[in-house]
């Protein structure tokens, strides 16, 4: 953690100290999350040196024109990512939102990660704005099924189709209720929005930030580097999560340490 930091947070916590003497048990934290949240607990991300996008190319994997063209290849990559998730742990930042949460001061959990991870924490009020990797469904009769075990092979949906992993693919629509669900958070019911360990690159989630801002959340984001959200962000906190994420939550409940 950059030694400027140690500033950064105490000036971030004593605004949200203000923020919550004014305003209570009214006051709203939403956390908007992003791949960088899980790769303390050794999931990598998407972008950047050693992210998933490096050695898989997301055209070939992650979009319905690559399904319809291999989806033995796109479920051998959704295999082998959902046995990486599942040897895996939530990690301290997973945590920390958890314990906010349990303070009543967390309200929302929206996250971009597909990885389950905020549950298996304990947290609950999730918004999964890019889907969930141990779903599955069917594109023609709409059956939606729970992964149990990790498919090796397509599986096959009872109507004959195939399945198809419970994701949101590049050029595909988020669901409807989920993004008219985060845009009534996000403007109605928040005021302090966390933004953790997203690149702020993909859309329309990358609005997410500035939606919020614009509607006058105070916007604290945690993240390793600079992001096309620090320049309007009021505070960028910058290093690992789940070292970071824990010594804000520390700051806000000392005694519970
Ligand atoms: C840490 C850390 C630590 C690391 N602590 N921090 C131009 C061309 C083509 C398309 C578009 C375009 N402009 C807009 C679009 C649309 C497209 C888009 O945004 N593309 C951009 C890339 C340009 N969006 C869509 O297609 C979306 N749908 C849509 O818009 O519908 C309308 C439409 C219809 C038809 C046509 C066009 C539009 C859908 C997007 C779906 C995204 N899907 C994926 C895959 C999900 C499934 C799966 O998991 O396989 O979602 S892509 C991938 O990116 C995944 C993530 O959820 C998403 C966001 O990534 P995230 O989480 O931010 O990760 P990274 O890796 O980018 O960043 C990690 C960050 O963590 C970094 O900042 C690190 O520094 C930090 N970090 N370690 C703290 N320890
Ligand atoms: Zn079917």
Redesign the pocket.
């Known amino acids: 953690m950059f030694e400027e930091n140690g500033k950064t947070i105490e000036n971030a916590l004593s605004k949200v100290k203000n923020l919550l003497e004014t305003k209570k048990s009214d006051l709203s934290i939403i956390a908007l999350t992003?791949?960088?949240?899980s790769?303390?607990s050794g999931i990598p991300?998407?972008?950047?040196a050693d992210?998933l996008w490096k050695n898989y190319n997301?055209l070939d994997l992650?979009t319905p024109q690559a399904f319809r063209n291999n989806p033995k290849l796109v479920w051998e990559w959704y295999s082998w990512r959902i046995d990486l998730i599942l040897g895996k742990e939530p990690n301290p930042a997973h945590i920390a939102i958890t314990t906010l949460q349990r303070k009543e001061l967390l309200k929302w959990i929206i996250t971009?990660?597909?990885d389950n991870l905020h549950q298996r924490a304990g947290s609950t009020n999730i918004l999964k704005i890019?889907?969930d990797?141990f779903h599955a469904w069917c594109q023609k009769c709409g059956e939606s099924v729970e992964l149990k075990t990790t498919p090796k092979t397509p599986p096959f949906c009872s109507c004959g189709n195939f399945l198809r992993p419970g994701?949101?693919?590049?050029?595909?629509?988020?669901d409807r209720n989920v993004i008219s669900k985060a845009y009534e958070i996000l403007t109605t019911n928040c005021d302090i929005l966390l933004v953790?360990?997203?690149?702020?690159?993909?859309?329309?989630v990358?609005d997410f930030p500035f939606i919020a801002k614009s509607n006058d959340a105070l916007v604290i984001e945690?993240?390793?580097?600079r992001?096309p959200i620090t320049q309007f962000a009021d505070f960028s906190i910058f290093g690992?999560?789940?070292e970071t994420l824990p010594l804000f939550v520390e700051g806000l409940f000392p005694s519970d340490k």
């Open positions: 992003g791949s960088g949240i790769k303390g991300t998407f972008r950047g992210g997301a992650a971009q990660n597909v890019h889907g990797i994701v949101i693919w590049f050029g595909e629509s988020l953790i360990g997203t690149s702020g690159l993909v859309y329309p990358a945690f993240n390793l580097e992001t690992k999560a789940e």
